[in-house]
């Protein structure tokens, strides 16, 4: 049975750091490309950051960039997500989430993952 556990959550403050973990249990991690989502409050579920298999290709949703870095250790079946000068519209619970299908660029597209976490909440106040 897959298991994808989110922590690192938190209440911060606008400008503040957090890492997002997600360890990955019941699969050969080192196959899957990783992905993170969130979905605020009200909000539909939005692509964040994605990271290829091989861990050398990476997407990011154009809001996030230069400021989160996903990375994985498959020695830990573990992938980051590396959040610094959070805005409180980076408020939201987010998800990690396995896609097992290879591709040349990680997939923006939820449905295109068939494992997900129960996500972790992140809140930034201004």
């Known amino acids: 049975q897959v298991h994808l556990v989110e922590s690192g959550g938190g209440l911060v403050q606008a400008r503040d750091s957090l890492r997002l973990s997600c360890a990955a249990s019941g699969l050969t991690f080192g196959i899957y490309t990783m992905g993170w989502f969130r979905q605020a409050v009200g909000k539909e579920r939005e692509f964040v950051a994605a990271?290829?298999?091989?861990?050398?290709?990476?997407a990011y949703v154009d809001s996030v960039k230069g400021r989160f870095t996903i990375s994985r250790d498959d020695a830990k079946n573990t992938v980051y997500l590396q959040m610094n000068s959070l805005k409180p519209e980076d408020t939201a619970v987010y998800y990690c989430?396995?896609?097992?299908?290879?591709?040349?660029?990680?997939?923006?597209?939820?449905?295109?993952?068939?494992?997900w976490g129960q996500g972790t909440q992140v809140t930034v106040s201004s």
């Open positions: 989430a396995a896609d097992r299908t290879s591709r040349y660029t990680p997939s923006k597209r939820a449905s295109d993952y068939v494992y």
């Open positions: 990271i290829g298999w091989t861990g050398a290709s990476t």
